[in-house]
């Protein structure tokens, strides 16, 4: 992982300060329940942390676990997180992928205090029977 730039943080906040920036490249960042267990692990080619904490993030892939495991993936070349109050959005192609399910469309936000995801359109969602999905895609308009 390379840091560049001051990555401050408010100790009494745990949030960034308003004069954090620079970047990081090939990172990872985990997030826990109060008893250690994973509940989601973000990784990116690139983040971009700019001075009000927010971080553009290229090639983004978040994991998202159940009971230690990954349940789901959510892919996108792009996306902003906001980590401090566990939200991200992207204009972006998306892509979800879970057991016997894959969904893909243009657009997207999760709240992580609600655990929701929306996709916001040409939504297309696969479900098989047991055998891996392949789907290309959406289109750009």
């Known amino acids: 992982m390379l840091v560049a730039g001051a990555l ?3 100790p009494s906040t ?3 300060s308003a004069e954090a920036s620079g970047y990081i490249e090939k990172f990872e960042v985990p997030e826990r329940d109060d008893d250690g267990n994973l509940k989601w692990k973000l990784f990116g080619e690139r983040a971009i942390i700019r001075p009000d904490g927010l971080m553009d993030i290229q090639n983004a892939r ?3 676990y159940t009971s230690n495991k990954v349940d789901m993936v959510f892919t996108s070349p792009t996306c902003l997180l906001d980590r401090a109050n566990n939200h991200a959005t992207t204009t972006d ?3 979800i992928d879970r057991e016997n399910m894959v969904l893909t469309g243009i657009g997207g936000e999760w709240d992580g205090d609600k655990s929701s995801m929306v996709i916001r359109s ?3 969602v696969v479900i098989s029977n047991g ?3 392949v789907v290309e895609q959406p289109k750009q308009p």
């Open 122 to 124: 040409n939504v297309c």
């Open 14 to 16: 745990n949030k960034p």
């Open 8 to 10: 401050a943080a408010d």
């Open 62 to 64: 978040a994991e998202f």
């Open 131 to 133: 055998q891996p999905a």
């Open 93 to 95: 192609h998306v892509r």
